[in-house]
């Protein structure tokens, strides 16, 4: 046993061994398998779903028609099966034929079929069991009774009698039809009012096809539904004048589609209408409102619906319920089916998305482009919808049929629906995907062409001046496109699916128009009272071609900001009473309704660049002058001897002080009373990260938040506009509110420094922004000297402080020091004369040489001339060029011309609003955010992104300031003699 037990162990482990070698190499192989497909096998296999591959038929069998399994061959019968296989045996010479199940052999009483089975003549049934089930040894060929009582007729499968179509028996009392018309498996009567000759073309855009379906149904639906009130029947003639696009002629005997409908129609008068609408026949279906011109127009903007909508509060009312009858080709009905889970719009979405459709207010806007491939898979037929509005009145459920507008139906041959409204014919049913119309040769073949409702609108229009929410009866647009099919695989179409939302425009527009034309001319009248105060500045009586240059340039500045004015408002309003409102009162214009307002916003920027460029202009031609009160001390660094006495050389003035005084000049010309990058981080943060810009949607929610699933809609170019112009400005207002009130007061005001810095560098600083107008800062200083140390300059402030000295002002006893200056002609012609040296001068780049030392030596001659000469005249040393001091008048400020014209003397006008800042960017600080608000607009409403209008917002404004900069710089060194090299 021990020995046993050994050998069993040693058998074991060396089979273990073994199967450990044997097996190593199979580990980590791939296993694979060869595709086979049903069409690979012969006709001696099938295909074995369970392996799928090709087996083998067993002796006597043939693949059967489906390719998955076998069947006998002709002539033999099954012996037995067990649901996997088969046995056959051949029949014997006695009974050759086999049964139509197979299981039997069986004599013939007439011919034996291809197939191997007994053949019976027409209007005969082959009958081969008895009353029990038993085989007969002979079949037999029964002949169906035709006629009365009977009137049966052998059924499809021609092995029982039945009773024949109702419309053989009334109308030749038999189941012949005779030398009547045949038609669809029905009989009709020869005298039937539907011509024989039918047209059963449809006519796609590029060819036009005999279609198979129309050629099997159109005569005998037109037929059964004229005769015998077939509802079946006559919901398939509508259907088949829907798939020809609702198109017909006014020719009476047009064996069209829809030529045959409306022949119906008209011979069914008698029957009356259903549901009291007399566009909708008894047993017919609602396809046409009518012919009577105008129609559309009473249908659309008549009565209102019974419901209103709201927005917000108790009584909310968003809801659109919209219901559909569906039924088939054939004309059965199939459903009721509520709209809204994406079956009118084709293409793909998720359900939150899709609902998003039938919220009241929110316009919907979906497209895509779809594989012809996938049509033809997912709509072999198509269905037809017949769409109705659901509201309730209590406990009563009411349908309002929606009218549809289909774009391409011709009438005679033309696109009636795309003409004016008074010409359209309105209609009901609609299809989204026609795949049947367009097989040719038969039913199961690949269409030709097909026809898909490639834009589908639903349009909503307001009541006008409703308070309650009221709008008229909503119209569905349908345009249909033709796709011929070439490769499907590779074709695809664009759909699109939108409801849209309007309102009469016609008094928004004239009030807006009314505005436009009284703020117009309230403008040409300013613009002719600033040219008059024009030419009174540039002392020039003649109106010339300058003059009506100068008004254009001054008109479109203010006709400008009459149309900024006129936008801006327009956009707030809609923005608050559209996100605001209760009951429907306002709606949005649609997107070809604003173009006039994109136009206004054209206009206003073209026009604000302009009125830009010429300030711009103007700023970079400005006349001025320092003046030097500073005299040369009576101590001196040298002596020199004359005529035997000592004399003493006065110290020479210092002339850092005109550099420092033009660098801090050149410092503050694009100085504004914003921060333009604060400003632009601003309205950014607001629209981008707070969520503003929801606020700009086309619907009337005013949540800045909206879900990531959820449907987002347009944006409306009118909200858009309106909510970040209003953000701008209000930024921009603030900003303005802020540096004005607390950071000029509390910290830093540099136009008012300045004013402080002439005074401590005893330099007056003259601006002549006119021939003869223009602005004096008085920078006298009331120490007598600035060229001096430290220590003097800090007493000197510190009797300033404590009123141990006199006052800054041009008067005695005055703090004013700045003033608008309307000098003589006189004046300025001894001006421009001793300024003619400097017009001429050029400032060098480098150290100048000997042969440029003339002109240098003029024009400083020239300069202290000028000096001497404007410091004379301030001093009252020119009885000739004298000037008087004065405030002006209320009205002057506020329309900004002088009522006096300075013949005699010169004119200074008190000014402690510090105007000299108008030939800076600070003075026009109103014009220069106007035209960013402007920019950033228009560059936002053309690329529909915020980020990017602020980018480029940001470079314009850069680009603005270094072009002022640089030939700012460049007037100040030509107009001063001041070294453009000082100025840093």
Same mark, same amino acid.
């Given at each position: 046993m021990a020995t046993e037990t050994l050998l069993v162990q040693i058998c074991r482990l060396a089979l273990m061994l073994f199967v450990t070698i044997e097996l190593r190499p199979l580990r980590g192989q791939h296993v694979i398998v060869s595709l086979q497909r049903p069409s690979d096998c012969s006709v001696e296999q099938f295909f074995d779903i369970s392996s799928l591959s090709c087996e083998n038929c067993g002796p006597n069998q043939r693949r059967s028609t489906t390719g998955l399994g076998c069947e006998c061959q002709t002539g033999y019968r099954v012996i037995t099966t067990d649901g996997a296989s088969i046995t056959c045996l051949q029949c014997p010479t006695t009974k050759p034929a086999?049964?139509?199940?197979?299981?039997a052999c069986i004599r013939c009483p007439e011919s034996v079929s291809d197939a191997g089975m007994c053949k019976c003549p027409q209007g005969t049934v082959l009958v081969e069991r008895g009353v029990q089930g038993n085989y007969l040894d002979e079949a037999k060929c029964e002949l169906c009774n035709g006629s009365d009582p009977a009137f049966s007729v052998p059924n499809i499968n021609g092995d029982r009698c039945e009773r024949c179509q109702a419309s053989f028996i009334n109308t030749t009392s038999s189941c012949v039809c005779g030398r009547n018309i045949l038609a669809g498996g029905l009989c009709f009567h020869s005298e039937v009012k539907i011509p024989s000759n039918v047209n059963p073309t449809v006519s796609f855009a590029e060819l036009t096809v005999q279609s198979a379906w129309f050629l099997k149904n159109l005569y005998s639906s037109a037929a059964a539904c004229l005769v015998f009130s077939n509802l079946t029947a006559c919901q398939a003639l509508g259907n088949m004048c829907v798939m020809n696009m609702h198109s017909f002629t006014s020719v009476t005997n047009d064996a069209a589609a829809c030529g045959l409908f409306n022949t119906v129609f008209r011979s069914t &008068?008698? *029957?009356?209408?259903?549901?009291?609408?007399?566009?909708?026949? &008894?047993? *017919?279906?609602?396809?046409y409102y009518g012919d009577q011109p105008g129609l559309a127009v009473r249908v659309l903007q008549t009565d209102p619906l019974p419901v209103g909508f709201s927005f917000k509060g108790s009584g909310k009312n968003t809801d659109i319920k919209l219901l559909?009858?569906?039924?088939?080709?054939?004309?059965?009905?199939?459903?009721w089916e509520k709209i809204g889970g994406g079956n009118l719009q084709l293409c793909p979405d998720t359900a939150t998305r899709l609902k998003a459709a039938y919220a009241f207010g929110t316009t919907y806007q979906q497209s895509c482009d779809l594989s012809v491939a996938e049509l033809l898979r997912a709509y072999p037929e198509p269905l037809f919808y017949d769409v109705f509005m659901e509201f309730s009145k209590g406990e009563d459920r009411r349908l309002l049929p929606l009218p549809t507008l289909v774009l391409n139906q011709q009438y005679n041959g033309r696109l009636i629906n795309q003409e004016n409204m008074k010409n359209w014919y309105l209609t009901r049913r609609m299809f989204l995907v026609d795949t049947l119309s367009g097989r040719e040769k038969s039913l199961s073949s690949v269409p030709k062409v097909i026809r898909v409702a490639s834009s589908i609108k639903i349009r909503f229009q307001l009541v006008a001046g409703t308070q309650e929410g009221q709008v008229f009866p909503p119209l569905m647009s349908v345009s249909y496109r033709d796709v011929l099919i070439i490769n499907p695989n590779t074709q695809t179409i664009s759909v699109s699916f939108a409801v849209d939302y309007e309102m009469d425009q016609n008094e928004a527009r004239m009030k807006t128009d009314t505005a436009l034309g009284v703020m117009g001319g309230v403008a040409v009248?300013?613009?002719?009272?600033?040219?008059?105060?024009?030419?009174r500045r540039i002392a020039s009586p003649l109106v010339d071609i300058e003059t009506m240059l100068k008004f254009l340039l001054i008109y479109a500045g203010d006709l400008a900001n009459v149309f900024f004015v006129i936008t801006v408002g327009t956009g707030l309003y809609m923005l608050i009473f559209y996100k605001a409102q209760h009951f429907v009162s306002v709606l949005l214009p649609l997107p070809?309704?604003?173009?006039?307002?994109?136009?206004y916003i054209g206009c206003a920027f073209a026009l604000k660049t302009i009125q830009l460029l010429h300030k711009l202009v103007l700023q970079l031609s400005v006349d001025m002058f320092f003046i030097d009160w500073e005299r040369p001390r009576s101590k001196g660094s040298r002596t020199i001897q004359a005529t035997g006495e000592p004399k003493r050389d006065p110290s020479p003035v210092s002339i850092w002080r005109t550099y420092f005084v033009a660098n801090e000049w050149n410092e503050i010309q694009t100085i504004r009373k914003i921060s333009p990058t604060f400003q632009i981080l601003a309205v950014l943060f607001l629209l981008e990260v707070v969520g503003f810009s929801n606020l700009a949607l086309r619907d009337p929610w005013s949540t800045l938040e909206r879900p990531s699933q959820a449907y987002i809609p347009p944006y409306s170019l009118i909200l858009r506009y309106g909510l970040a112009a209003t953000l701008w400005l209000c930024i921009g207002l603030l900003q303005v509110i802020f540096f004005t009130v607390i950071h000029e007061r509390f910290v830093e005001d540099k136009i008012r420094q300045f004013v402080d810095l002439c005074s401590i560098s005893n330099i007056s600083v003259l601006l002549l922004s006119h021939r003869c107008f223009g602005y004096y800062i008085h920078g006298r200083s009331v120490h007598g000297h600035a060229d001096t140390n430290m220590e003097e300059m800090n007493i000197n402030l510190k009797r300033e402080a404590e009123s141990l000295c006199g006052q800054r002002g041009l008067l005695p006893n005055t703090d004013i020091q700045t003033f608008q200056i309307a000098i003589t002609n006189r004046l300025r012609l001894q001006f421009d004369r001793i300024?003619?040296?400097?017009s001429r001068r050029h400032g060098p780049s480098r150290l100048v040489d000997a042969s440029s030392a003339n002109p240098f030596e003029q024009s400083t001659r020239a300069y202290n001339t000028m000096n001497r000469f404007l410091g004379s005249v301030i001093d009252h040393a020119h009885k000739d060029m004298d000037y008087i001091v004065k405030d002006k008048l209320m009205l002057e400020r506020v329309i900004g011309m002088e009522f006096l014209e300075p013949n005699d003397k010169s004119i200074f006008y008190n000014d402690e609003s510090h105007s000299f800042s108008d030939v800076l960017f600070y003075g026009n600080e109103a014009t220069l955010l106007v035209f960013d608000t402007l920019f950033f607009c228009v560059v936002d409403l053309g690329s529909q992104s915020f980020v990017l209008a602020a980018v480029l917002t940001y470079v314009q404004q850069t680009v603005f300031r270094l072009i002022r900069n640089a030939l700012g710089r460049r007037n100040l060194a030509n107009k001063t003699l001041v070294d453009e090299r000082f100025l840093i």
């Open positions: 086999v049964t139509e199940d197979g299981f &008068a008698a *029957l009356g209408s259903t549901q009291d609408i007399s566009y909708w026949r &008894a047993n *017919l279906p609602w396809i559909a009858a569906v039924y088939n080709a054939r004309g059965e009905f199939l459903r009248l300013y613009s002719l009272l600033k040219t008059v105060s024009w030419k070809a309704q604003e173009e006039r307002f994109v136009t300024r003619e040296p400097l």
